[in-house]
Protein backbone atom coordinates (compact mmCIF):
# COMPACT_ATOMS: atom_id res chain seq x y z
CA UNK A 1 0.00 0.00 0.00
CA UNK A 2 3.48 1.95 0.91
CA UNK A 3 1.54 4.97 3.09
CA UNK A 4 1.73 5.05 6.78
CA UNK A 5 -1.39 6.02 8.43
CA UNK A 6 -0.69 9.03 10.45
CA UNK A 7 -3.26 8.26 12.93
CA UNK A 8 -3.75 10.44 16.32
CA UNK A 9 -4.99 7.51 18.09
CA UNK A 10 -8.00 5.50 16.29
CA UNK A 11 -6.34 3.69 12.96
CA UNK A 12 -8.51 4.20 10.05
CA UNK A 13 -6.77 1.63 7.53
CA UNK A 14 -9.03 -1.03 5.54
CA UNK A 15 -9.65 -2.66 2.54
CA UNK A 16 -12.03 -0.05 1.12
CA UNK A 17 -12.35 3.24 2.17
CA UNK A 18 -15.59 4.99 0.54
CA UNK A 19 -15.56 8.65 0.64
CA UNK A 20 -19.47 9.88 0.79
CA UNK A 21 -22.12 7.62 2.39
CA UNK A 22 -24.59 9.26 0.26
CA UNK A 23 -26.56 7.01 -1.98
CA UNK A 24 -23.94 5.30 -3.79
CA UNK A 25 -21.67 4.97 -1.01
CA UNK A 26 -24.12 3.70 1.35
CA UNK A 27 -25.13 1.46 -1.25
CA UNK A 28 -22.19 0.09 -1.91
CA UNK A 29 -21.54 -0.60 1.69
CA UNK A 30 -24.41 -2.44 1.76
CA UNK A 31 -23.64 -4.14 -0.88
CA UNK A 32 -19.73 -4.89 -0.14
CA UNK A 33 -20.78 -6.02 3.41
CA UNK A 34 -23.60 -8.40 2.65
CA UNK A 35 -21.17 -10.34 0.05
CA UNK A 36 -17.58 -9.85 1.91
CA UNK A 37 -18.31 -9.39 5.46
CA UNK A 38 -14.91 -10.22 5.80
CA UNK A 39 -13.90 -7.54 4.14
CA UNK A 40 -12.75 -4.02 6.41
CA UNK A 41 -15.20 -1.33 5.54
CA UNK A 42 -14.86 2.33 6.12
CA UNK A 43 -17.49 4.75 4.81
CA UNK A 44 -17.07 8.26 5.69
CA UNK A 45 -18.92 11.02 5.39
CA UNK A 46 -18.80 14.72 6.05
CA UNK A 47 -22.12 15.23 7.44
CA UNK A 48 -23.55 13.70 10.92
CA UNK A 49 -26.22 11.73 9.11
CA UNK A 50 -25.64 9.05 6.05
CA UNK A 51 -27.73 10.26 2.74
CA UNK A 52 -28.34 13.61 3.54
CA UNK A 53 -31.80 14.68 3.57
CA UNK A 54 -33.24 12.88 0.33
CA UNK A 55 -36.27 11.04 -0.84
CA UNK A 56 -35.02 8.63 -3.49
CA UNK A 57 -37.75 7.22 -5.55
CA UNK A 58 -37.60 4.70 -8.24
CA UNK A 59 -39.82 2.54 -10.64
CA UNK A 60 -39.72 -1.25 -10.38
CA UNK A 61 -38.68 -1.87 -14.00
CA UNK A 62 -35.75 0.29 -13.11
CA UNK A 63 -34.28 -2.66 -10.81
CA UNK A 64 -33.59 -6.04 -10.91
CA UNK A 65 -34.09 -8.95 -8.37
CA UNK A 66 -30.42 -8.79 -7.28
CA UNK A 67 -31.25 -5.07 -6.94
CA UNK A 68 -34.30 -4.94 -5.23
CA UNK A 69 -33.00 -7.77 -3.03
CA UNK A 70 -30.03 -5.07 -2.17
CA UNK A 71 -32.52 -2.22 -1.60
CA UNK A 72 -36.02 -4.17 -0.14
CA UNK A 73 -34.94 -2.70 3.98
CA UNK A 74 -34.30 0.60 2.26
CA UNK A 75 -37.77 0.79 0.95
CA UNK A 76 -40.66 3.00 3.12
CA UNK A 77 -42.96 3.41 0.36
CA UNK A 78 -44.66 1.61 -2.53
CA UNK A 79 -47.52 2.14 -4.73
CA UNK A 80 -48.55 -0.65 -7.49
CA UNK A 81 -49.27 2.21 -10.13
CA UNK A 82 -48.36 5.73 -11.02
CA UNK A 83 -50.34 8.95 -13.15
CA UNK A 84 -49.30 11.30 -15.29
CA UNK A 85 -51.66 14.38 -15.86
CA UNK A 86 -51.11 16.95 -18.98
CA UNK A 87 -53.93 19.51 -20.92
CA UNK A 88 -54.91 16.89 -23.62
CA UNK A 89 -54.76 13.60 -21.58
CA UNK A 90 -53.66 11.63 -18.32
CA UNK A 91 -53.12 8.36 -17.80
CA UNK A 92 -52.07 5.86 -15.11
CA UNK A 93 -50.20 3.68 -15.97
CA UNK A 94 -49.08 -0.25 -14.49
CA UNK A 95 -45.93 0.19 -13.16
CA UNK A 96 -44.93 -0.27 -9.59
CA UNK A 97 -43.53 2.58 -7.76
CA UNK A 98 -41.09 2.83 -4.26
CA UNK A 99 -39.46 5.46 -2.21
CA UNK A 100 -36.43 5.54 0.07
CA UNK A 101 -36.21 7.90 2.40
CA UNK A 102 -32.74 9.18 3.95
CA UNK A 103 -33.44 8.70 7.78
CA UNK A 104 -34.53 5.00 7.06
CA UNK A 105 -31.38 4.59 4.81
CA UNK A 106 -28.82 5.69 7.69
CA UNK A 107 -30.89 3.91 10.19
CA UNK A 108 -30.49 0.39 8.29
CA UNK A 109 -27.09 1.14 7.17
CA UNK A 110 -26.00 1.71 11.32
CA UNK A 111 -27.39 -1.78 12.24
CA UNK A 112 -26.35 -3.83 9.40
CA UNK A 113 -22.14 -2.51 9.00
CA UNK A 114 -20.00 -3.16 11.94
CA UNK A 115 -19.72 0.27 14.12
CA UNK A 116 -16.17 1.26 13.20
CA UNK A 117 -16.99 0.84 9.72
CA UNK A 118 -19.55 4.15 9.80
CA UNK A 119 -17.52 7.48 9.91
CA UNK A 120 -19.81 10.66 9.64
CA UNK A 121 -18.94 14.18 10.21
CA UNK A 122 -15.30 13.66 9.01
CA UNK A 123 -14.68 15.50 6.09
CA UNK A 124 -11.78 14.34 3.45
CA UNK A 125 -9.61 16.66 1.98
CA UNK A 126 -8.21 14.56 -0.83
CA UNK A 127 -7.66 10.98 -2.23
CA UNK A 128 -5.79 8.76 -4.64
CA UNK A 129 -6.77 5.04 -5.12
CA UNK A 130 -5.44 3.76 -2.24
CA UNK A 131 -5.09 6.33 0.41
CA UNK A 132 -7.09 9.24 1.74
CA UNK A 133 -6.07 12.56 3.88
CA UNK A 134 -8.78 13.60 5.93
CA UNK A 135 -9.51 17.52 7.03
CA UNK A 136 -7.95 17.06 10.80
CA UNK A 137 -5.05 15.42 9.52
CA UNK A 138 -5.56 11.83 9.66
CA UNK A 139 -4.09 9.84 6.84
CA UNK A 140 -5.91 6.15 5.48
CA UNK A 141 -4.33 3.32 3.50
CA UNK A 142 -6.40 1.17 1.97
CA UNK A 143 -6.53 -1.29 -0.96
CA UNK A 144 -9.17 0.38 -2.64
CA UNK A 145 -10.49 3.89 -2.35
CA UNK A 146 -14.02 4.29 -3.86
CA UNK A 147 -14.82 8.19 -3.76
CA UNK A 148 -18.63 9.06 -4.19
CA UNK A 149 -18.74 12.32 -3.00
CA UNK A 150 -21.55 13.75 -5.06
CA UNK A 151 -20.99 15.70 -8.71
CA UNK A 152 -17.48 16.36 -10.33
CA UNK A 153 -16.82 19.76 -12.32
CA UNK A 154 -20.29 19.91 -14.22
CA UNK A 155 -18.70 22.58 -16.36
CA UNK A 156 -17.48 20.02 -18.48
CA UNK A 157 -20.65 19.27 -19.29
CA UNK A 158 -23.70 20.73 -21.21
CA UNK A 159 -26.67 21.25 -19.69
CA UNK A 160 -30.34 22.44 -19.17
CA UNK A 161 -31.26 22.31 -15.46
CA UNK A 162 -33.65 20.13 -13.72
CA UNK A 163 -34.50 22.07 -10.50
CA UNK A 164 -37.33 21.37 -7.68
CA UNK A 165 -38.99 22.23 -4.44
CA UNK A 166 -40.70 19.44 -2.81
CA UNK A 167 -42.71 19.57 0.96
CA UNK A 168 -44.43 16.91 2.73
CA UNK A 169 -47.18 18.20 3.94
CA UNK A 170 -49.82 17.15 6.85
CA UNK A 171 -53.23 18.02 5.85
CA UNK A 172 -56.24 18.60 8.16
CA UNK A 173 -58.23 16.46 6.53
CA UNK A 174 -57.50 13.42 3.93
CA UNK A 175 -56.45 13.73 0.32
CA UNK A 176 -58.12 11.14 -2.60
CA UNK A 177 -54.90 10.43 -3.99
CA UNK A 178 -54.48 6.60 -4.18
CA UNK A 179 -51.45 6.38 -6.09
CA UNK A 180 -48.59 8.62 -6.88
CA UNK A 181 -48.74 11.37 -9.86
CA UNK A 182 -45.17 11.13 -11.71
CA UNK A 183 -46.07 14.68 -13.47
CA UNK A 184 -49.02 16.94 -13.27
CA UNK A 185 -48.25 19.14 -16.15
CA UNK A 186 -51.36 21.16 -16.42
CA UNK A 187 -50.42 23.83 -14.16
CA UNK A 188 -48.96 26.70 -15.78
CA UNK A 189 -45.91 26.43 -17.61
CA UNK A 190 -43.20 29.02 -16.52
CA UNK A 191 -39.36 28.81 -16.94
CA UNK A 192 -39.64 26.04 -19.53
CA UNK A 193 -41.40 22.49 -19.01
CA UNK A 194 -42.67 22.59 -15.47
CA UNK A 195 -44.62 20.34 -13.60
CA UNK A 196 -45.97 19.05 -9.67
CA UNK A 197 -45.00 15.29 -8.57
CA UNK A 198 -46.95 14.08 -5.46
CA UNK A 199 -46.59 11.03 -3.43
CA UNK A 200 -49.20 10.35 -1.16
CA UNK A 201 -47.34 8.96 1.79
CA UNK A 202 -50.18 8.59 4.28
CA UNK A 203 -54.47 9.57 3.96
CA UNK A 204 -53.59 12.97 5.46
CA UNK A 205 -49.75 13.15 4.38
CA UNK A 206 -48.41 13.79 1.50
CA UNK A 207 -44.96 15.10 -0.58
CA UNK A 208 -45.67 17.93 -3.34
CA UNK A 209 -42.68 19.34 -5.19
CA UNK A 210 -42.71 21.52 -8.17
CA UNK A 211 -40.21 20.74 -11.08
CA UNK A 212 -38.87 22.82 -13.93
CA UNK A 213 -36.95 21.61 -17.21
CA UNK A 214 -35.05 25.41 -16.94
CA UNK A 215 -32.14 27.16 -18.63
CA UNK A 216 -30.71 28.03 -16.18
CA UNK A 217 -29.69 26.44 -12.43
CA UNK A 218 -30.77 29.23 -9.98
CA UNK A 219 -33.44 28.37 -7.84
CA UNK A 220 -36.02 30.30 -6.25
CA UNK A 221 -36.77 28.46 -3.41
CA UNK A 222 -39.47 31.01 -1.50
CA UNK A 223 -41.16 31.59 -4.70
CA UNK A 224 -41.66 27.83 -5.61
CA UNK A 225 -42.44 27.15 -2.19
CA UNK A 226 -45.27 29.09 -2.52
CA UNK A 227 -46.46 27.74 -5.51
CA UNK A 228 -46.44 24.36 -3.61
CA UNK A 229 -48.51 25.70 -1.22
CA UNK A 230 -50.87 27.15 -4.55
CA UNK A 231 -51.35 23.63 -6.07
CA UNK A 232 -52.05 21.76 -2.89
CA UNK A 233 -54.88 24.58 -2.16
CA UNK A 234 -56.42 24.07 -5.63
CA UNK A 235 -56.69 20.70 -5.19
CA UNK A 236 -58.27 21.12 -2.27
CA UNK A 237 -55.85 20.11 0.35
CA UNK A 238 -55.88 22.45 3.16
CA UNK A 239 -52.32 21.89 5.23
CA UNK A 240 -51.64 21.79 8.82
CA UNK A 241 -48.04 22.15 8.50
CA UNK A 242 -44.88 21.31 6.22
CA UNK A 243 -43.55 18.42 8.64
CA UNK A 244 -40.52 17.95 5.57
CA UNK A 245 -38.45 20.64 2.78
CA UNK A 246 -36.16 19.10 0.18
CA UNK A 247 -35.11 20.97 -3.06
CA UNK A 248 -32.29 20.09 -5.60
CA UNK A 249 -30.97 21.31 -8.82
CA UNK A 250 -29.68 18.40 -11.16
CA UNK A 251 -28.10 18.81 -14.66
CA UNK A 252 -29.80 17.69 -17.31
CA UNK A 253 -26.86 16.48 -19.91
CA UNK A 254 -27.44 17.22 -23.92
CA UNK A 255 -23.90 16.88 -24.25
CA UNK A 256 -20.13 16.94 -23.04
CA UNK A 257 -16.28 15.61 -22.59
CA UNK A 258 -17.33 12.41 -20.58
CA UNK A 259 -13.26 11.70 -19.85
CA UNK A 260 -13.00 15.51 -18.54
CA UNK A 261 -15.62 15.19 -16.52
CA UNK A 262 -14.43 11.98 -14.81
CA UNK A 263 -11.23 13.59 -14.97
CA UNK A 264 -11.80 16.43 -13.18
CA UNK A 265 -12.30 14.77 -10.16
CA UNK A 266 -8.75 12.61 -10.53
CA UNK A 267 -8.17 9.15 -11.24
CA UNK A 268 -9.59 7.54 -8.10
CA UNK A 269 -12.54 5.08 -8.74
CA UNK A 270 -15.57 6.70 -8.60
CA UNK A 271 -19.42 6.16 -8.23
CA UNK A 272 -22.44 7.84 -7.99
CA UNK A 273 -22.97 10.84 -10.05
CA UNK A 274 -18.80 11.64 -9.25
CA UNK A 275 -18.91 8.97 -12.02
CA UNK A 276 -21.58 10.30 -14.50
CA UNK A 277 -24.06 7.74 -13.33
CA UNK A 278 -27.17 9.19 -14.14
CA UNK A 279 -29.70 9.15 -16.57
CA UNK A 280 -29.56 11.96 -18.70
CA UNK A 281 -33.41 12.58 -18.88
CA UNK A 282 -34.50 12.39 -15.47
CA UNK A 283 -31.26 13.16 -13.36
CA UNK A 284 -32.39 10.00 -11.46
CA UNK A 285 -29.53 7.95 -10.08
CA UNK A 286 -30.79 5.22 -7.90
CA UNK A 287 -31.05 2.33 -10.97
CA UNK A 288 -27.56 3.00 -11.52
CA UNK A 289 -26.18 3.51 -8.19
CA UNK A 290 -27.87 0.00 -7.63
CA UNK A 291 -26.04 -1.54 -10.20
CA UNK A 292 -22.39 -0.22 -9.16
CA UNK A 293 -23.25 -1.44 -5.89
CA UNK A 294 -23.53 -5.30 -6.91
CA UNK A 295 -20.99 -4.78 -9.52
CA UNK A 296 -18.49 -3.51 -7.34
CA UNK A 297 -19.19 -6.25 -4.47
CA UNK A 298 -18.31 -8.36 -7.15
CA UNK A 299 -15.05 -7.02 -7.72
CA UNK A 300 -14.29 -6.14 -3.78
CA UNK A 301 -10.71 -7.51 -3.84
CA UNK A 302 -9.27 -5.85 -6.35
CA UNK A 303 -6.88 -3.07 -5.86
CA UNK A 304 -7.71 0.65 -6.21
CA UNK A 305 -5.71 1.03 -9.74
CA UNK A 306 -7.19 -2.10 -11.77
CA UNK A 307 -10.54 -1.40 -9.71
CA UNK A 308 -10.28 2.45 -11.26
CA UNK A 309 -9.56 0.75 -14.93
CA UNK A 310 -13.15 -1.39 -14.44
CA UNK A 311 -15.45 0.99 -13.17
CA UNK A 312 -14.04 4.20 -16.20
CA UNK A 313 -15.09 1.60 -18.51
CA UNK A 314 -17.57 0.89 -16.96
CA UNK A 315 -18.99 4.16 -16.97
CA UNK A 316 -17.19 5.19 -20.50
CA UNK A 317 -19.63 2.22 -21.90
CA UNK A 318 -22.71 3.89 -20.13
CA UNK A 319 -22.02 7.04 -21.36
CA UNK A 320 -21.92 5.97 -24.89
CA UNK A 321 -24.93 4.12 -24.31
CA UNK A 322 -27.25 7.07 -23.18
CA UNK A 323 -25.88 9.00 -26.07
CA UNK A 324 -29.83 8.59 -27.71
CA UNK A 325 -30.86 10.36 -23.84
CA UNK A 326 -29.06 13.37 -24.57
CA UNK A 327 -29.85 14.08 -27.82
CA UNK A 328 -33.10 14.35 -26.60
CA UNK A 329 -32.44 16.73 -23.81
CA UNK A 330 -30.99 18.66 -26.73
CA UNK A 331 -33.61 18.42 -29.01
CA UNK A 332 -35.87 19.76 -25.76
CA UNK A 333 -33.51 22.62 -24.76
CA UNK A 334 -32.30 23.91 -27.90
CA UNK A 335 -35.08 22.90 -30.16
CA UNK A 336 -38.36 23.47 -28.16
CA UNK A 337 -39.77 27.11 -27.14
CA UNK A 338 -40.01 26.85 -23.30
CA UNK A 339 -43.14 27.47 -23.88
CA UNK A 340 -43.71 24.20 -25.97
CA UNK A 341 -41.45 21.79 -23.86
CA UNK A 342 -44.23 20.30 -22.25
CA UNK A 343 -45.67 19.08 -25.31
CA UNK A 344 -42.84 16.62 -25.80
CA UNK A 345 -43.84 14.51 -22.59
CA UNK A 346 -47.43 14.79 -23.70
CA UNK A 347 -46.79 12.86 -26.51
CA UNK A 348 -44.15 10.62 -25.11
CA UNK A 349 -46.68 9.57 -22.25
CA UNK A 350 -49.43 8.37 -25.69
CA UNK A 351 -46.55 5.70 -25.72
CA UNK A 352 -46.69 1.69 -24.86
CA UNK A 353 -46.37 1.29 -21.18
CA UNK A 354 -43.34 -0.84 -22.15
CA UNK A 355 -41.71 1.71 -24.29
CA UNK A 356 -41.97 3.80 -21.00
CA UNK A 357 -40.52 1.56 -18.78
CA UNK A 358 -37.31 0.96 -21.03
CA UNK A 359 -37.04 4.53 -21.55
CA UNK A 360 -36.71 5.47 -17.79
CA UNK A 361 -34.17 2.00 -16.85
CA UNK A 362 -32.40 3.49 -19.16
CA UNK A 363 -33.05 0.16 -21.94
CA UNK A 364 -34.73 1.76 -24.79
CA UNK A 365 -34.13 -0.87 -27.72
CA UNK A 366 -33.87 0.81 -31.36
CA UNK A 367 -37.37 0.24 -32.43
CA UNK A 368 -38.13 2.52 -29.28
CA UNK A 369 -36.18 4.91 -30.48
CA UNK A 370 -37.37 5.25 -33.76
CA UNK A 371 -41.13 5.01 -32.29
CA UNK A 372 -39.95 8.20 -29.55
CA UNK A 373 -38.43 9.92 -33.14
CA UNK A 374 -41.26 9.28 -35.81
CA UNK A 375 -44.67 10.29 -36.44
CA UNK A 376 -45.53 13.88 -35.68
CA UNK A 377 -42.62 15.06 -33.48
CA UNK A 378 -44.39 18.54 -30.95
CA UNK A 379 -41.20 20.25 -32.09
CA UNK A 380 -39.99 20.22 -36.07
CA UNK A 381 -37.19 17.35 -36.03
CA UNK A 382 -34.62 19.41 -38.34
CA UNK A 383 -35.13 22.33 -36.03
CA UNK A 384 -34.00 20.23 -32.92
CA UNK A 385 -31.17 18.67 -34.83
CA UNK A 386 -29.77 22.00 -36.19
CA UNK A 387 -30.14 23.41 -33.04
CA UNK A 388 -27.53 20.51 -31.30
CA UNK A 389 -24.86 20.61 -33.90
CA UNK A 390 -24.94 24.52 -33.78
CA UNK A 391 -24.60 24.09 -29.54
CA UNK A 392 -21.95 21.63 -30.34
CA UNK A 393 -20.01 23.62 -32.40
CA UNK A 394 -20.30 26.57 -29.81
CA UNK A 395 -18.79 24.00 -27.25
CA UNK A 396 -16.16 22.82 -29.43
CA UNK A 397 -15.19 27.04 -29.96
CA UNK A 398 -15.00 27.35 -26.31
CA UNK A 399 -12.11 24.87 -25.88
C1 LIG B 1 -33.49 16.55 -3.36
C2 LIG B 1 -33.08 15.49 -4.37
C3 LIG B 1 -33.98 14.48 -4.68
C4 LIG B 1 -33.60 13.49 -5.60
N1 LIG B 1 -34.51 12.52 -5.89
C5 LIG B 1 -34.11 11.48 -6.65
C6 LIG B 1 -34.99 10.39 -6.87
O1 LIG B 1 -36.16 10.42 -6.47
N2 LIG B 1 -34.53 9.31 -7.57
C7 LIG B 1 -33.26 9.27 -8.04
O2 LIG B 1 -32.86 8.24 -8.60
N3 LIG B 1 -32.47 10.33 -7.94
C8 LIG B 1 -32.84 11.42 -7.23
N4 LIG B 1 -31.99 12.47 -7.08
C9 LIG B 1 -30.75 12.51 -7.86
C10 LIG B 1 -29.63 11.64 -7.32
O3 LIG B 1 -30.03 10.30 -7.28
C11 LIG B 1 -29.22 12.04 -5.92
O4 LIG B 1 -28.63 13.31 -6.00
C12 LIG B 1 -28.27 11.05 -5.24
O5 LIG B 1 -28.25 11.36 -3.88
C13 LIG B 1 -26.87 11.06 -5.82
O6 LIG B 1 -26.10 10.07 -5.15
P1 LIG B 1 -24.56 10.21 -4.86
O7 LIG B 1 -24.24 9.15 -3.88
O8 LIG B 1 -23.80 10.26 -6.13
O9 LIG B 1 -24.38 11.64 -4.18
P2 LIG B 1 -24.95 12.11 -2.77
O10 LIG B 1 -26.11 11.28 -2.35
O11 LIG B 1 -25.12 13.58 -2.87
O12 LIG B 1 -23.77 11.79 -1.76
C14 LIG B 1 -22.58 12.49 -1.69
C15 LIG B 1 -22.11 12.43 -0.24
O13 LIG B 1 -20.76 12.87 -0.15
C16 LIG B 1 -20.62 13.59 1.05
N5 LIG B 1 -19.44 14.47 0.90
C17 LIG B 1 -19.25 15.48 0.02
N6 LIG B 1 -18.03 16.02 0.16
C18 LIG B 1 -17.42 15.32 1.15
C19 LIG B 1 -16.13 15.38 1.75
N7 LIG B 1 -15.20 16.27 1.36
N8 LIG B 1 -15.84 14.49 2.73
C20 LIG B 1 -16.74 13.57 3.15
N9 LIG B 1 -17.98 13.47 2.61
C21 LIG B 1 -18.31 14.33 1.63
C22 LIG B 1 -21.94 14.36 1.19
O14 LIG B 1 -22.16 14.72 2.55
C23 LIG B 1 -22.93 13.32 0.68
O15 LIG B 1 -23.49 12.54 1.72
C24 LIG B 1 -32.33 13.50 -6.20
C25 LIG B 1 -31.46 14.55 -5.91
C26 LIG B 1 -31.82 15.53 -5.01
C27 LIG B 1 -30.84 16.66 -4.74
Known sequence: MGHAAADSGHNLDCDIAILGGGLAGGLIALAVHRARPDIRLRLIDADSVLGGNHIWSFFEGDVDAAGMALIEPLITHRWDNYEVRFPAHSRTLQMAYHSIRSDQFDSVLRETLPGD???TGVRVASASDDHVVLEDGREIAANAVIDCRGAGDLDTLDSGWQKFVGLE???????SLSRPIIMDATVDQ??????????????????????YYS???ELDAETIEQRVLDYAKAQGWDVASIVHREKGVLPVVCNGAF???WRSTGAVPKAGVRAGLFHPVTGYSLPEAVRSALFIADHADLPGEPLHGRLFARAAQGWRDAS?????????????????????????YRLKPALIARFYAGRSRATDKLRILSG?????IRRGMGAILKNQRRKSGRK
Open 169 to 175: LELTAPH
Open 376 to 380: KPPIP
Open 324 to 348: FYRMLDAMMFYGADTANRYKILERF
Open 259 to 261: GEY
Open 190 to 211: IDGYRFVYSLPFGPQRIFVEDT
Open 117 to 119: AIQ
Open 215 to 217: DEP
